[in-house]
């Protein structure tokens, strides 16, 4: 388990020929991170598998709380995931400009530390909440609680809830969104729904971003869209670029209907 933020798996799977060897047999290599080769092993196994069920139905209970006030208030809560750089608080600058004077909208951000990208948020006139995770590798719900109460409530409006740049950690935490938006930009590789399942399993959209780089880079558009697509076969995907504009009519259509479902 990942003790530091208390998310991960109580099992690792190393898989290559190494460790076929090193194992004596044809079946993959298993071990348990951070728990040593003792008697009662088993035991720790259960109570760390425990704590995390502990840690996520908690985290349920503040998600349905946040969800219960988002749709009382009427409020579009989106929760954007990505890895670190992917353009997420590019697309909501781009995204705020233009929406700003239409509807009440609000974002929260979360980073490990700067209230950088909360800045960048300000500087379009829109209210923002910088959450500063620290160790933290992703936000929670009792942290978006905390943060919407200090807060004017973007009512009949839009909150964007913009995580921690990490494709794992985010997936399994509710924040009582609508909907996560996951950001794959086309400088990190095709793959990456394949290596970070949950994460794409878990959105409803998938933003692919910075297409404006295409014509310089080797990056297979279809592979990546069908690899998305594999693991979660209702994905919807834009292709967009938040410094060419490409695809934001498309997006913003797709708010619209979001927006009109919370209403
Ligand atoms: N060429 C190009 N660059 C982009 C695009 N979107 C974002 N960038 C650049 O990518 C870098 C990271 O963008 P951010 O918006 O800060 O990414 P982020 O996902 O918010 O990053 P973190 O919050 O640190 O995880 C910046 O240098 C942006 O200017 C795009 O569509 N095209
Ligand atoms: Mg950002």
Not at 123 to 152: F, P, S, Y
Request: aromatic share 4%.
């Amino acid at each position: 388990m990942c003790m530091t933020c208390g998310c991960g798996t109580s099992e690792v799977l190393i898989r290559g020929k190494q460790a076929r060897k090193a194992a004596g047999a044809d079946t993959p290599l298993h071990f348990r991170p951070h728990t040593a080769e003792v008697p009662g092993q088993d035991n720790e196994a259960k109570r760390i598998v425990k704590l995390e069920q502990d840690i996520l139905a908690k985290n349920d209970g503040f998600a349905d709380n946040n969800r219960r006030l988002f749709s009382a208030n009427r409020i579009l809560a989106l929760n954007l995931v990505s890895s670190p750089g992917s353009g997420k608080t590019s697309i909501l600058v781009r995204t705020l400009q233009t929406l700003k004077d239409d509807m009440p909208l609000a974002v929260i951000e979360g980073d490990q530390q700067t209230d950088n990208d909360a800045e960048r948020i300000r500087a379009t006139g829109v209210e923002a909440m910088q959450i500063n995770t620290g160790k933290g590798c992703h936000l929670d719900a009792q942290m978006v609680e905390r943060a919407v109460q200090q807060m004017t409530l973007p009512q009949h409006g839009m909150l964007f809830i913009e995580n921690v740049g990490n494709l794992v950690c985010p997936a399994a935490f509710d924040l009582g969104e609508a909907a996560k938006v996951v950001v794959l930009s086309v400088t990190e590789g095709e793959d990456k729904p394949l290596k970070y399942p949950d994460m794409f399993r878990a959105a409803k959209l998938m933003l692919l971003n910075k297409c404006d780089l295409l014509p310089y880079l080797a990056f297979d558009v279809a592979r990546a869209e069908e690899y998305a697509r594999r693991v979660n076969p209702g994905i919807r995907i834009i292709r967009i670029s938040a410094t060419s504009g490409e695809g934001m009519p498309e997006w913003l259509d797709w708010l619209a209907v979001q927006h009109q479902a919370a209403a």
